[in-house]
């Protein structure tokens, strides 16, 4: 059975660091393609970035320099660290898997499979 577990959000204050973690298990890894997004309530759910199957990275603007994309193939392990957090970046953060070798468009529909969520809260 495909899935993905997110873990790792909380409340930090601005100028902080997170680390989540998304946990896949069912997924052939290195045939996988993954990706993280984030929705704040009234918008529509947004790509932070997505990392290929052969670990190759893509970012969304905004989050260059602050935010990290990684995946561990041995620990099944997708991470997302987040720097320097502003109040902006706000928003319950999923993880996102594709059975394809490369990033597609990084929007909920390319998207197949979704983990349920982690809330992440900057306070300034």
């Known amino acids: 059975q495909v899935q993905l577990v997110e873990s790792g959000g909380g409340s930090v204050q601005a100028g902080g660091s997170l680390r989540l973690s998304c946990a896949a298990s069912?997924?052939?890894?290195?045939?996988?393609?993954f990706a993280w997004f984030r929705r704040t309530p009234g918008k529509e759910r947004e790509g932070i970035g997505c990392?290929?199957?052969?670990?190759?990275?893509d970012y969304r603007d905004s989050v260059k320099g602050r935010f990290t994309i990684s995946k561990d193939n041995a620990k099944r392990t997708l991470y997302l660290q987040m720097d320097s957090l502003k109040p902006e970046d706000t928003a319950m953060y999923s993880c996102?898997?594709?059975?394809?070798?490369?990033?597609?468009?990084?929007?909920?529909?390319?998207?197949?499979?979704w983990g349920q969520g982690t809330q992440v809260t900057v306070s300034s």
């Open positions: 990392i290929n199957s052969f670990g190759r990275i």
């Open positions: 996102a898997a594709v059975s394809a070798s490369w990033c597609p468009a990084v929007v909920e529909s390319e998207f197949r499979y």
């Open positions: 069912g997924y052939i890894m290195y045939k996988t393609t």
